[in-house]
Nanobody, 128 residues
Framework: QVQLEESGGGLVQPGGSLRLSCRAS????????IGWFRQAPGKEREGVSC????????YYVDSVKGRFTISRDNRKSTVYLQMNSLKPEDTAVYYC?????????????????????WGKGTLVTVSS
């Protein structure tokens, strides 16, 4: 079993940057692929980015390509999402989760997947 906890959200002006962290507990964290999702008010949750177990594969939704960077440090059981050039439309609650082949078109492979574990989310607000 894995428990995930997001942090790093906050209020930032357009054009600013934030780094989100997704810290995991559990000895099998290294084996999981991790995805970042977001849900804006009144909208459905969407997948933003994912990273494979080995960090060999990453994926970004078109709306964040070139602005967001996902990475992981398995020694710290943490996945990061560096967000630059933030826009008001990036405002949302951001969640991290373990992902399998059904997410992100299978672009981020995992050594192991049993189910999707979700964090509680962190709020990102981009506003002047």
């Amino acid at each position: 079993q894995v428990q995930l906890e997001e942090s790093g959200g906050g209020l930032v002006q357009p054009g600013g940057s934030l780094r989100l962290s997704c810290r995991a507990s559990g000895s099998t964290f290294d084996y999981y692929a991790i995805g970042w999702f977001r849900q804006a008010p009144g909208k459905e949750r969407e997948g933003v980015s994912c990273i494979s177990s080995s960090s060999g594969s990453t994926y970004y939704v078109d709306s964040v390509k070139g602005r967001f960077t996902i990475s992981r440090d398995n020694r710290k059981s943490t996945v990061y999402l560096q967000m630059n050039s933030l826009k008001p439309e990036d405002t949302a609650v951001y969640y991290c989760a373990t992902v399998g082949l059904s997410a992100f078109g299978g672009r981020c492979a995992a050594y192991y997947y049993d189910r999707t574990y979700w964090g509680k989310g962190t709020l990102v607000t981009v506003s002047s």
